[in-house]
């Protein structure tokens, strides 16, 4: 049922097939995918596997990757997984700005300091690592104690 998923192991695979078989019922129920995706909320399935037994109840055809994460990420149960979702590609977003406005002032053979400045907790640690994985040989030096 998951062979097309590169890198599936098989146990894992035998895991979602049945979740598959377990939320077929509730279609044919007339229940709806909110319903599948309460379920699969409540067994503590994490987002990529519910993408792809959502992929597969939408018979797995072209397209329906797309659509399946969609319905996953839209659904009334998976919330904080869309804010933690958001976050994450916040985050990036503001890295790869700081990243780029640090190229452009950089000059060869010097030292280039950004400073990054907020209160406890706003995200300084997260955003400058993420942005010394986007520029090479980057050190980060934290003033503070680390978390």
């Known amino acids: 049922m998951f062979d097309t998923v590169l890198g599936l192991d098989p146990e894992r695979a035998a895991r979602l097939t049945a979740l598959v078989q377990q939320c077929w019922p509730l279609l044919d129920q007339g229940k709806g995918m909110d319903a599948v995706q309460r379920l699969l909320r409540d067994r503590n399935i994490g987002i ?16 329906t990757l797309g659509q399946a994460k969609e319905i996953v990420l839209t659904s009334p149960g998976r919330n904080d997984a869309l804010r933690e979702h958001q976050h994450l590609v916040d ?9 780029e406005a640090g190229r452009s002032v950089a000059r060869a053979d010097e030292t280039t300091i950004i400073a ?31 978390p």
Do not use: F, H, Y
């Open 91 to 99: 985050t990036l977003e503001r890295a790869q700005d700081v990243a």
């Open 48 to 63: 990529i596997d519910a993408i792809l037994v959502t992929r597969e109840l939408l018979d797995a055809g072209p397209g």
């Open 116 to 146: 990054i400045d907020g209160s406890g907790g706003s995200g300084k640690t997260t955003l400058a690592a993420t942005v010394a994985e986007l520029i090479e040989g980057t050190t980060v030096v934290c003033s503070g104690p680390k």
